[in-house]
């Protein structure tokens, strides 16, 4: 099945410090979702990308789709500690097989 | 998002008996969806309906029936429970075509003793 690598699985920033995640695919995708789930909580879904390059931004949040659709980042600026929690990516590969396969998550921290 | 609602929260179990979880949602979508999430693993599809007639495996069925009873409703059975099946559940929804944004419920923590 199509795999999707997440990195890093642990982020710790102190307040201030910008953050960065990163999701690829060996596949190219078709578009890709970003969620963000707090501790205790439930994953919120917060942008889909569809375009390849395509940039997109939310206050703090970047985020990006590679030229291949392949790969895509999420780029936090100036982290908060409301900025705390898990934040994935979900790729959807289209095709016969079309499914959203979520990667395993990034675990960001922000020390006050 | 009081929209889609999971039932129980919180339930423990012992090995081998049967359980259910529900899901129901306002949402008016047709695509349900039920997820498991382990530490460090992620959210893994286990089964999701894009209508009511309409189930499909994912990547982790095994273990695992479901049950859409209705647009709104749709339900995860463990037919005899191992301790392997503890983890966080959640149902999901999405609308139109595609796999598109999920909409998540609160989650079921389920313990099997």
């Known amino acids: 099945g199509q795999q999707v690598m997440q990195i890093p699985q642990y982020q710790h920033v102190q307040e201030g410090e910008d953050f960065t995640t990163y999701c690829n695919s060996s596949t190219t995708l078709s578009n890709i979702q970003w969620y963000k789930q707090r501790p205790g909580g439930h994953p919120v879904f917060l942008i889909q990308?569809?375009?390849?390059?395509e940039v997109k931004k939310q206050k703090r949040l970047t985020f990006q789709f590679g030229e291949a659709k392949k790969n895509s980042s999420l780029h936090i600026t100036a982290t908060q500690t409301t900025d705390v929690g898990t934040y994935f990516c979900?790729?959807?590969?289209?095709?016969?097989?079309?499914?959203?396969?979520f990667g395993k998550g990034t675990l960001l921290t922000v020390n006050p | 998002d009081a929209d889609v609602t999971q039932t129980p929260r919180n339930r423990i179990t012992k090995t081998g008996k049967r359980i259910m979880l529900e899901c129901s949602q306002t949402?008016?979508?047709?695509?349900m969806y039920w997820y498991r999430q382990d530490p460090g693993l992620g959210l893994r599809l286990i089964y999701y309906?894009?209508?009511?007639?309409?189930?499909n495996k994912g990547e982790i069925s095994d273990g695992y029936s479901v049950s859409r009873q209705a647009q709104a409703k749709f339900s995860l059975s463990l037919e005899s429970a191992i301790p392997n099946q503890t983890a966080l559940y959640f149902c999901?929804?999405?609308?139109?075509?595609?796999?598109?944004?999920?909409?998540f419920g609160p989650g079921t923590r389920l313990t099997v003793t």
């Open positions: 990308l569809v375009k390849s390059g």
């Open positions: 309906s894009f209508d009511v007639k309409d189930i």
């Open positions: 999901a929804t999405s609308a139109g075509q595609g796999w598109g944004e999920q909409y």
């Open positions: 979900a790729a959807n590969s289209g095709g016969s097989n079309y499914k959203l396969t």
């Open positions: 949402k008016g979508h047709d695509r």
